[in-house]
């Protein structure tokens, strides 16, 4: 079990970054496993990282048909509207690679739904005792990941490995997320952060504060957070390796 920072420049080069990475890992991972299962997250630097990804798809030796794509949180909405993670994601991964829709494994949607607690339910079900190979995660300014956000009712302790959120913070209002030790159900978990309005939320996580969700964060076998310079800017002199 470890954990690495990754300094880069700037978002720009996470995203490339990440998106090479990310790539080679599934290709060498698909050499071993007949499946590899991938948690995507949402996020703007993730957003680009997904085209980046599509971009290298073309030359690369990936198998699409052995991915097996999941979220780590999903905004309860309709099931067409662009706020959606899954099809921010979607949208942007299926210009070059194609994958069955039965191995998209989106949340559910809003659409004529009770709530999203239900939703939470079916989600853990479809979930099963899946383990990710990589967990792609953002971090907000305040600590929060996924949908789980400090000093709120997401964040207590609960037997559920997928929860429903409601009155979060950071619109809109009513999500599902994947609890904590569900994230840590991950081989891998990347963290991706740039700018300087994470700068904090990074060093105080990366120091343990317990009273930021992203601080419990920890893979299985190694943990990396990709930073770029500003969103490293608060991290005392040892965790500023390069890559
Ligand atoms: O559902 C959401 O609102 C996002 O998934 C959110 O949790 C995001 O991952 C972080 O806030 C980081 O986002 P940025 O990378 O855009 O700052």
């Known amino acids: 079990m470890y954990r690495r920072t990754i300094r880069l420049d700037d978002a720009d080069e996470v995203a490339d970054v990440v998106a090479r990475r990310l790539l080679d890992r599934i290709v060498e991972l698909q050499d071993t496993s007949a499946q590899v ?56 991964l299926a210009r070059t690679v194609s994958i069955k829709s039965a191995d998209i494994h989106m949340m559910p949607a809003q659409d004529g739904r009770a709530d999203s607690h239900q939703c939470a339910v079916e989600y853990e079900a479809e979930l099963g005792d899946t383990v990710f190979d990589i967990t792609l995660l953002g971090i907000g300014a305040d600590g929060h990941v996924g949908s789980i956000f400090p000093d709120h009712p997401s964040f207590e302790p609960t037997n559920r490995q997928v929860i429903g959120v409601t009155d979060s913070p950071k619109p809109p209002s009513e999500r599902i997320s994947l609890t904590i030790p569900t994230i840590n159900r991950s081989e891998e978990i990347w963290i991706i952060a740039t700018g300087a309005s994470k700068a904090d939320a990074v060093a105080r996580a990366l120091e343990g504060d317990a009273a930021l969700p992203a601080s419990h964060v920890q893979a299985r076998e190694a943990t990396y957070w990709f930073l770029d310079a500003d969103a490293a800017a608060q991290l005392p002199e040892p965790y500023n390796c390069a890559l």
Not at 55 to 70: E, F, G, H, N
Not at 75 to 89: E, H, I
Request: glycine share 6%; proline share 4%.
């Open 37 to 92: 299962h991938i948690c995507l997250t949402g996020g703007e630097t993730a957003n680009q990282m997904y085209e980046r990804f599509a971009a290298l798809v073309p030359d690369s030796a990936l198998d699409a048909t052995k991915l097996q794509l999941w979220w780590g949180d999903e905004r309860f909405v309709p099931a067409t509207d662009a706020d959606r993670n899954s099809l921010q994601a979607v949208s942007r």
